[in-house]
């Protein structure tokens, strides 16, 4: 059973940056690299939303709201995925959540990211 933890979540002021972790654990031998993963979010009343999506190999995907602003990477030896937020608009507030794509179907706690002045 692959779990995912997220971190890096915070309260950041309008324009600013900040890098969300992804730690996986119960991936056993090469499972995860071969992973397509993907960084969700979520605000209250919304459906979850993919946010942006990187093969094994590094291929990435964003959705064009975030596309230019958002750089997804992972460390396969580390079973880690990252998520760099820079020039955070108000819209970008919400938990963050990852999960492979198509997600399993259970979930972490995510992290919170409130941009706000």
């Known amino acids: 059973q692959i779990e995912f933890v997220e971190s890096g979540g915070d309260l950041v002021q309008p324009g600013g940056s900040l890098r969300l972790s992804c730690a996986a654990s119960g991936a056993s031998g090469d499972i995860f690299k071969v992973l397509i993963m993907g960084w969700y979010r979520q605000t209250p009343g919304k459906q979850r939303e993919l946010v942006a999506t990187?093969?094994?190999?590094?291929?990435?995907n964003l959705a064009n709201s975030v596309k230019g602003r958002f750089t997804i990477s992972r460390d396969n030896a580390e079973n880690t995925m990252y998520l760099e937020m820079n020039s955070l608009q108000d819209e970008d507030t919400a938990v963050y959540y990852c999960?492979?794509?198509?997600?399993?179907?259970?979930w972490g706690q995510g992290t919170q990211v409130t941009v706000s002045s």
């Open positions: 999960n492979k794509s198509p997600p399993f179907s259970s």
């Open positions: 990187i093969t094994g190999r590094g291929t990435t």
